[in-house]
């Protein structure tokens, strides 16, 4: 059980445009989602925490209009990154903490994303 | 600001000897520490939780140990298999669930 999805797997887009990446908690109601970039050879960086309903909460030096998330579920989340940049190519993974998972966050597979 | 350190970046063993893999954090105010496997672009499984009031966990071959004090936390592999390369992270729990990630151990299990 405690299963997380994220689709795409891999994207590539072309610098200036939109790309939305969602995250599914399979077989739980996730409460809280949470979002990570990863560079190559760097640690998860947490970009923001959403909970389900109200707006997410961003890191410090994460920009909010720039990557959109909505959790406007309790088993989906999503992440729109805007006007994406040759930069903000990374690797973008969610997880998820439901009620019945205590303190378990589940992770998804992750979303490698390239912008030309 | 929370930082975790893992030592070594990198390590090679030959198969079924037995390893240690070094985590530390700056704030010893966690609410949990959690160990982590990361196989090449994919995400992460878990492996090992230590609530704060713990001192160690074991799940198979592996054991985690805590030492909040000192801002310690080992992860030993016993009998290492090829299967067991990957790249292993650890990370502090915050009491809002936030988790604070090191930059992780890359393993490598020589046949």
């Known amino acids: 059980g405690a299963v997380v999805s994220q689709h795409p797997s891999w994207v590539i887009c072309k610098s200036g445009t939109s790309v939305k990446i969602e995250c599914r908690s399979l077989d739980f109601q996730a409460t809280t989602m949470f979002w990570y970039r990863q560079f190559p050879k760097q640690s998860l960086m947490l970009m923001a925490t959403?909970?389900?309903?109200?707006?997410?909460?961003?890191e410090q030096g994460v920009e909010k209009d720039k990557f959109l998330i909505n959790h406007a579920s309790l088993t989906l989340s999503t992440l729109t990154v805007t006007s994406a940049h040759p930069e903000d190519s990374s690797f973008y993974i969610c997880?998820?903490?439901?009620?019945?998972?205590?303190?378990?966050?589940?992770f998804g597979p992750g979303t490698r994303l390239t912008v030309l | 600001k929370q930082e975790v350190t893992q030592i070594p970046a990198a390590l090679s063993v030959p198969e079924g000897e037995n390893l240690v893999l070094n985590c530390s954090f700056t704030?010893?105010?966690?609410?949990?520490l959690q160990w982590f496997r990361q196989d090449p672009g994919k995400g992460l499984t878990s492996l090992l939780l230590i609530q704060s009031s713990q001192r160690e966990q074991t799940s198979g071959r592996l054991n985690a140990s805590l030492d909040k004090s000192s801002g310690r936390s080992t992860l030993y592999i016993a009998a290492s298999q090829p299967g067991d390369s990957a790249t292993y992270l650890c990370a502090s729990g915050a009491g809002s669930y936030q988790l604070t990630f090191g930059k992780g151990t890359k393993l490598s299990v020589i046949p």
């Open positions: 704030d010893s105010a966690i609410y949990n």
């Open positions: 959403s909970n389900e309903g109200s707006k997410a909460t961003y």
């Open positions: 997880s998820a903490r439901g009620v019945s998972t205590t303190d378990t966050q589940y």
